[in-house]
């Protein structure tokens, strides 16, 4: 089945709202969450758990490698407009968990003191609600007991009210509202509970076989011969699904809901379903900078003025020799920089040098030049230059030589001899003995094809006992 086309005002709103949507996710803060050192196996399947609970504004298919430091992810931040680092260490004495501000801290680190991963909280429930598009929106955070003294509680507070996005109560939307992230602080133990909740919104004033009869799914009413006795005798619930109901969770619905049978305007109850992990935390120390800076304060150690005081002095040292280190290797730097250039310079000039003087200069003149003595006479022999035969035209033939008995004559000249003796004395040329000599020696001289000299090897060159057929007697 085709889908219908959307009109016109509906496609425009829906280009109206795209840069409203980039711009909230910018603003929105983003989390990173993920281990340092080794965690082992149950940790890092709680790590996949937080993710979830952070969701849609984190990298829940972040890849943590081994060797991977904490610049590492410091550096990828900023693009992708992170503002909170959520790391999972492990020790000999206990599992932490630090939460840091980017860029410049502070950084708080809790003691995992107990967890519960989201698979055993599901194994546990009868009637799990743990659908995907639950995890589209933000959750809701409600904080619980965090109106103590001191400046510890009023910066872990405000620690966690920044990791997530602010709501605004006149534009919200009810229906984005589908998980609720619950802090409970207890200042008796110094302790921190986070718990992870799905919430549903149900109708109120009806009974429990009408409500069943408008969820999406439909109940089995074999058994009964008219809808009457289903309505009446309450679907036949079990008791598991019966549900308490009371003026706590009963509230006035100010908007049209998604959900059946809630309507604007009437009552609805609120119910609650967990989701997981379970987290139980205590806050250890608070450090300034990111991991790195002055402890603001610790749990367990108390030092003296005088003690904060050396440490300062310290880092402010430390701070000046890793200051003074770095403009020291930036002048290193610059300086084999220019070094380079210098000697790139000098290389091609030279190379060029060489090129000129090659051009000019036999080798043994190089050799001279670059190893600054004479060369022995074996190793660069003087050549001896041909001599060029003196062209008395444009184009001088060579004279054919003619091998004999006793000496080596010339053809041409004996040919002129005889004809210049016959032409002065009147006389014709008579053919002579040494004429046929010197025909037949030409025809011996002659360089003659290989292919012919090697006679080829026919049928009929074969012996006459091979060259007869084969036959009876």
């Known amino acids: 089945m085709a889908r219908k086309k959307k009109g016109k005002s509906a496609r425009k709103a829906q280009q109206n709202q795209l840069p409203n949507q980039e711009e909230e996710y910018r603003k929105a803060p983003h989390t990173f969450v993920f ?25 829940s298919k972040l890849q943590a490698g081994k060797k991977n430091v904490l610049k590492d992810y410091v550096s990828v931040a900023g693009p992708l407009h992170v503002t909170h680092f959520l790391m999972f260490t492990k020790t000999d004495l206990a599992n932490n968990l630090k939460v ?33 598009k639950q995890f589209m929106h933000p959750p809701l955070l409600v904080m619980n007991n965090f109106s103590g003294e001191g400046l510890h509680t009023k910066l872990m507070t405000t620690m966690f009210q920044n990791m997530f996005p602010s709501l605004n109560v006149n534009k919200i939307k009810l ?17 921190l509970e986070l718990r992870h909740y799905n919430v549903r ?36 619930l079990s008791e598991s699904e019966v549900e308490l109901e009371g003026p706590d969770s009963e509230v006035v619905v100010p908007q049209h809901l998604g959900s059946r049978g809630n309507i604007k305007s009437a009552k609805s109850a609120v119910r609650l379903t967990e ?65 380079k250039e210098e000697h790139k310079k000098k290389s091609l000039s030279g190379m060029k040098a060489k090129e000129a003087d090659s051009d000019s200069m036999d080798d043994a003149d190089y050799y001279r030049q670059e190893v ?53 004395k009147g006389q014709t ?3 002579t003995k040494r004429d046929d000599q010197v025909k037949n020696f030409k025809r011996r001289t002659k360089p003659m094809n290989k292919a012919k000299r090697q006679p080829k090897r026919t049928f009929k060159s074969q012996s006459k006992k091979h060259s007869k057929p084969r036959g009876r007697k």
Request: charged content about 35%.
């Open 429 to 431: 040329f008579k053919h």
């Open 175 to 191: 229906n984005t509202i589908k998980r609720c992230l619950l802090l409970n602080y207890d200042p008796d133990t110094k302790t």
């Open 275 to 339: 989701l997981g992990p379970r987290l139980t935390l205590q806050l250890v120390k608070i450090e300034e900078g990111l991991c790195n800076g002055e402890v603001l304060f610790h749990e367990f150690i108390q030092k003296s003025a005088h003690e904060m005081e050396s440490i300062k002095a310290f880092r402010e040292k430390k701070r000046k020799l890793k200051e003074s280190r770095r403009q020291q290797q930036l002048q290193n730097v610059k300086r084999k920089e220019k070094e």
């Open 372 to 424: 600054g003595q004479e060369p022995d006479p074996e190793l660069f022999p003087k050549r001896k230059k041909r001599k060029q035969p003196i062209q008395e035209g444009p184009v001088q033939k060579k004279s054919k030589t003619l091998l004999t008995n006793s000496k080596t004559k010339s053809f041409s000249k004996v040919h002129e001899k005889k004809m210049g003796a016959a032409g002065k």
């Open 35 to 59: 281990p340092r050192g080794h965690v082992g196996k149950n940790i890092r399947q709680l790590i996949r758990d937080v993710r979830r609970v952070m969701e849609p504004y984190t990298a």
């Open 100 to 132: 840091a501000r980017l860029p410049k801290g502070p950084t708080l680190t809790f003691k995992l003191k107990n967890y519960c991963l989201v698979a055993d909280l599901i194994s546990s429930l009868k009637r799990p609600n743990y659908e995907q």
């Open 201 to 236: 919104i149900v109708p109120v004033g009806m009974s429990r076989g009408v409500k069943k009869l408008i969820q999406a799914k439909v109940p089995d009413m074999g058994r009964f011969t008219d809808i009457s006795e289903y309505v009446y005798r309450d679907g036949n």
